[in-house]
């Protein structure tokens, strides 16, 4: 689904096919489609399910963000990235240059810096626990998805009165189910040392936003992401989760409002 801007629910120009809108949403699309490259993006909402676990691979997941870039007639773009998706748009910086006018990321899930001890569970083995970070297993995600999903979103929102956002995490993320999740942890990644050669390549203008109670991934990521890419600006927001967008939209729209500005007025 490609959002080009928002539509007024009244407009009687607006298809009758399309489905009633839930008023909690503060942004929906003029239009809608399928890119016919193997899903777009894989494995959520409409979208298709590959059964293998390398159709989830980093480098595919940029190339689903590319193919909309194309299916959109963008050119060049601002790419916003949140948590994982920071390796994708790192995928697209440095190996499209010309596609990519300027980089932000939120939350960064990229394996430098320090992250948190808790997450370090046993992915594929039967624990005699279920307790915390014990959720994160294979085995724990067939047996009840939802709950998974409450507790991790849980962890995305750390911020007092973040009820609202942590439904709404549930909900999208109950659009998928736990074998294809499953398959995304099988998936291809990246070490330390491929990422360090991505942010290396990228020559465009990057802001890294990054909560310094980032209960995810810790802010340590963030920060070290922000030193391995040559001129990067880092701004931390105090208190802030791993959703940061969610939770301080005013703060973080801002922010990326005053870095795109900063861009056209370097534009010759």
């Given at each position: 689904?490609?959002?080009?801007?928002?539509?007024?629910p009244?407009?009687p120009?607006?298809s009758?096919?399309?489905?009633?809108?839930?008023?909690?949403?503060?942004?929906?699309?003029d239009?809608?489609?399928?890119?016919?490259?193997?899903?777009?993006?894989?494995?959520?909402?409409?979208?298709?399910?590959?059964?293998?676990a390398?159709a989830?691979?980093?480098?595919?997941?940029?190339?689903?963000?590319?193919?909309?870039?194309?299916?959109?007639?963008?050119?060049?773009?601002?790419?916003?990235?949140?948590s994982l998706?920071?390796?994708?748009?790192?995928?697209?910086?440095?190996?499209?240059?010309?596609?990519?006018?300027?980089?932000?990321?939120?939350?960064?899930?990229?394996?430098?810096?320090?992250?948190?001890?808790?997450?370090?569970?046993?992915?594929?083995?039967?624990?005699?626990?279920d307790?915390?970070?014990?959720?994160?297993?294979?085995?724990?995600?067939?047996?009840?998805y939802?709950?998974?999903?409450?507790?991790?979103?849980?962890?995305?929102?750390?911020?007092?009165?973040?009820?609202?956002?942590?439904?709404?995490?549930?909900?999208?993320?109950?659009?998928?189910?736990?074998?294809?999740?499953?398959?995304?942890?099988?998936?291809?990644?990246?070490?330390?040392?491929?990422?360090?050669?991505?942010?290396?390549?990228?020559?465009?203008?990057?802001?890294?936003?990054?909560?310094?109670?980032?209960?995810i991934?810790?802010?340590?990521?963030?920060?070290?992401?922000?030193e391995?890419?040559?001129?990067?600006?880092?701004?931390?927001i105090?208190?802030?989760?791993?959703?940061?967008?969610a939770?301080?939209?005013?703060?973080?729209?801002?922010?990326?409002?005053?870095?795109?500005?900063?861009?056209?007025?370097?534009?010759?």
């Open positions: 689904m490609v959002a080009v801007r928002r539509a007024d009244a407009d120009s607006r009758e096919h399309q489905p009633a809108r839930e008023q909690s949403r503060a942004r929906y699309p239009r809608t489609g399928f890119i016919e490259r193997d899903g777009d993006p894989r494995g959520n909402g409409r979208s298709d399910r590959p059964p293998g390398g989830y691979s980093e480098h595919e997941m940029a190339a689903d963000l590319l193919a909309v870039m194309n299916a959109t007639d963008t050119d060049r773009a601002v790419l916003g990235a949140l998706g920071a390796q994708r748009a790192l995928i697209a910086a440095a190996g499209h240059p010309d596609r990519v006018a300027g980089l932000v990321f939120l939350g960064p899930a990229v394996p430098l810096g320090d992250g948190l001890p808790e997450g370090d569970t046993p992915f594929d083995a039967r624990l005699d626990t307790d915390g970070w014990a959720k994160y297993n294979r085995h724990f995600w067939r047996r009840d939802a709950a998974f999903l409450e507790f991790f979103f849980g962890q995305c929102f750390t911020e007092p009165h973040s009820t609202k956002q942590i439904e709404d995490a549930v909900g999208w993320g109950l659009d998928s189910n736990p074998e294809t999740l499953i398959l995304t942890q099988g998936a291809p990644g990246f070490g330390e040392y491929a990422v360090r050669g991505l942010c290396a390549a990228v020559r465009c203008p990057t802001l890294v936003i990054q909560g310094d109670a980032d209960a991934t810790g802010p340590g990521r963030g920060i070290a992401l922000a391995a890419i040559p001129n990067a600006r880092i701004a931390t105090a208190g802030g989760d791993h959703i940061a967008n939770r301080e939209p005013v703060l973080v729209n801002l922010l990326i409002r005053d870095f795109v500005g900063s861009l056209r007025r370097n534009v010759p």
